[in-house]
């Protein structure tokens, strides 16, 4: 068994981007429970922030979540380079911005639309719900069509 010493400003439950963080796993792999913030993500977020990778995340105060949430929300003024973003030249405004939580959703279905309403390939697909890059169809992903090959009864 092991001795488990709680601080008074421990948190169970911290909200980020709308998202609810558990407070007792460590801040680098909670911060990836928000959608459009992975391992790496939070890794480098982390070190621009000064906030060491063993923490528990309810252990951060008040103003180091607030640095965490200025951090993701302005990358370019933290000098997170631009490949490391994952909206970069957006179709319309041509800027290169790091989308969070609810607008990752957003921008995707704008860009299905997209892509179904101008009727390229890759947008017809998505409206007959068949498979985009490439991948093979004979023998896959039937979801609920027959499968194998049927025999003939009788004589």
């Known amino acids: 068994m092991s001795l488990v010493i709680q601080e008074e400003n421990f948190r169970e439950l911290l909200r980020l981007f709308n998202t609810n963080i558990e407070g007792r796993r460590s801040v680098l792999y909670a911060m990836t429970a928000v959608k459009g913030v992975g391992r790496r993500m939070a890794g480098i977020v982390l070190k621009k922030a000064e906030i060491p990778l063993t923490k528990r995340a309810g252990e951060l105060s008040e103003e180091q979540l607030n640095k965490l949430q200025d951090i993701i929300s302005n990358p370019e003024k933290y000098k997170i380079p631009a490949w490391f973003l994952n909206r970069r030249r957006d179709w319309k405004t041509n800027a290169t911005e790091h989308l969070v939580a609810n607008a990752v959703d957003m921008y995707l279905r704008d860009d299905l639309e997209r892509l179904k309403k101008i009727k390229s390939e890759r947008g017809l697909r ?30």
């Not at 998505?126 to 004589?155: A, E, P, Y």
């Open 126 to 155: 998505h409206m007959w719900g068949l498979r985009v890059r490439g991948q093979h169809t004979k023998t896959t992903g039937r979801r609920g069509k027959t499968v194998g090959v049927s025999k003939k009864r009788g004589g």
